[in-house]
């Protein structure tokens, strides 16, 4: 089955400077890969999310990447805020199908002042 | 504002004392789904309801049941909470199977 990994673990960076969270998957038919952020005692959110017949997609301050030979999607938040710090999970799944989202384990982002 | 709703936040239940987690939808949506989030993991589904179809996941334990009475309420309910049961359970919605998945706020379970 899918399995998604996802790094670093935990991420720590000044404010004002870019974050990067990596993730790869296993599934080849795999063509959706969302991403949640979660506040404390808060449900996941979606922020970005990204489909296999694109490269790159871009929202304010967010941008992701996907690679599909190398099945690796990467998250990109530029000029880095302190509502950004949360835990960050990516996750993959075939769209319009009856697969199950599968979610890397996560990131707790930190943004230091 | 269309969302997905889930009542307690907070619920405090005593080991082997039936508990029941509601979730409530103005999405309008097909499908939804319950989680369970133990600290610092990754949400596990247990299961999910497409329509009134009731899909199983092969790992989740007897212990968890689920009720979807009308397109807008979905229950979880754990019959005999154990101290393993603890955890940050999740509700979700998505219009259709592998669509975008919204989620609510979450209940945090305490099994004393």
């Known amino acids: 089955g899918e399995n998604v990994e996802q790094h670093p673990s935990t991420l720590s960076v000044q404010e004002g400077d870019s974050a990067v969270i990596k993730c790869t998957y296993s599934?080849?038919?795999?063509?959706?890969f969302p991403w949640y952020k979660q506040e404390l005692g808060k449900g996941p959110q979606l922020i970005i999310d990204?489909?296999?017949?694109?490269g790159e997609k871009k929202d304010q301050r967010i941008a992701v990447t996907l690679n599909k030979t190398a099945k690796h999607f990467s998250l990109h938040i530029t000029e880095t805020q302190p509502e950004d710090s949360a835990v960050y999970f990516c996750?993959?799944?075939?769209?319009?199908?009856?697969?199950?989202?599968?979610f890397g384990s996560g990131t707790r982002l930190s943004i230091r002042p | 504002d269309a969302m997905v709703i889930q009542n307690p936040r907070y619920q405090v239940t005593q080991f082997g004392k039936p508990v029941t987690l509601s979730c409530s939808q103005t999405?309008?949506?097909?499908?939804m789904y319950w989680y369970q989030q133990k600290s610092s993991q990754a949400p596990k589904l247990l299961f999910h309801?497409?329509?009134?179809?009731?899909?199983n996941e092969a790992d989740t334990p007897d212990n968890f049941q689920s009720r979807r009475p009308n397109t807008s309420f979905c229950f979880l309910d754990i019959r005999s909470p154990g101290l393993g049961d603890a955890a940050m359970y999740l509700c979700?919605?998505?219009?259709?199977?592998?669509?975008?998945?919204?989620f609510g706020p979450g209940t945090r379970l305490t099994v004393l």
């Open positions: 979700a919605t998505s219009r259709d199977a592998g669509s975008e998945q919204f």
């Open positions: 599934d080849s038919a795999s063509n959706y």
């Open positions: 990204i489909r296999s017949n694109v």
């Open positions: 996750a993959a799944t075939r769209y319009s199908s009856a697969s199950k989202i599968i």
């Open positions: 999405l309008n949506h097909n499908v």
């Open positions: 309801y497409y329509d009134k179809d009731f899909n």
